[in-house]
């Protein structure tokens, strides 16, 4: 039985949210992130977040949500590609670690060293033996960011299933969505106790004191998102900067300056 399940038999039903409700909620934690990001410049702050879970739990609806309203000069998204060959050489966090933030950063892992507790390992990307020594090896570099002064936040979003099938098979004729559908996706998909496995082990390795696995329930994407914004803002101490008060200048005369006579090129206008 999924954890999903667990949790409905467990307890009520929640009403889902409104567009309008969801939006209020999304447009005050949105201040407050810009509160955030205004304190994190001011005092230096290195601030890593890792998101990870199975495939269309909406880990990039979440990070979408989280870095809409902030700059992105603050906040850094990191999506790696596969690796190269060359990388493939490397010590494996190699190519992970000229990501990490410097101060004043937020940098947000979609997808991170992680993979080689998940995907790499289901996939049989890398042996057992590699798979082994990475959950034995996570701990300690983690720890050595925690200890260098970055504030490691972990998210792992768990789909249900049902919920999981019913999301992947919308992208398949969804002209929006076909480029989130890869032959790896497909292949993954028929494997999700392999997944579940990959995931205890992992948890039962990595989830310590400094750097700690936080779960979000995401079958209910709205929910989701907000609990994710809120529980971000309570995991970092920050205080609203105080800000002097904004006018606009007033705007120069022309004096001599006329419009010229130039054929600039306007886009169509279909809309």
């Known amino acids: 039985m999924s954890r999903d399940k667990k949790r409905k038999q467990n307890e009520p039903p929640v009403e889902a949210l409104s567009r309008k409700e969801y939006d209020r909620e999304l447009k005050r934690l949105h201040v407050e992130l810009v509160k955030l990001q205004e304190w994190v410049k001011h005092k230096g702050l290195k601030i890593c977040i890792v998101f990870e879970g199975r495939d269309g739990a909406g880990k990039g609806g979440t990070i979408k949500a989280i870095t809409e309203r902030v700059s992105p000069r603050v906040f850094r998204v990191v999506a790696l590609p596969a690796p190269t060959d060359r990388e493939k050489s490397q010590m494996y966090v190699q190519r992970y670690a000229p990501h990490f933030p410097a101060a004043g950063e937020v940098v947000i892992f979609d997808r991170s060293w992680y993979n080689r507790a998940g995907v790499e390992r289901v996939m049989e990307f ?3 033996e590699q798979a082994q020594r990475f959950l034995e090896v996570a701990p300690h570099f983690e720890k050595a ?14 789909v249900s299933p049902e919920e999981q099938t019913r999301r992947l098979e919308g992208r398949i004729n969804d002209g929006r969505k076909t480029w989130k559908l890869t032959p790896m996706d497909l ?11 990959a995931r205890d082990e992992m948890f039962e390795a990595t ?3 400094f750097a700690p696995w936080h779960c979000v329930h995401s079958d209910d994407k709205k929910r989701a998102r907000l609990n994710i914004i809120a529980h971000l803002l309570s995991q970092i101490p920050y205080k609203e900067l105080p800000r002097s008060k904004i006018e606009l200048p007033k705007r120069q005369k022309p004096g001599n300056y006329q419009e010229p006579d130039y054929p600039f090129k306007f886009i169509k206008e279909h809309f």
């Open 187 to 197: 292949k993954s998909y028929s494997r999700w106790y392999d997944y579940s496995r």
């Open 145 to 158: 960011m925690v200890e260098s002064g970055i504030t490691l936040i972990k998210y792992w979003l768990e």
């Open 126 to 128: 890398c042996s057992p």
């Open 207 to 209: 989830d310590t004191e």
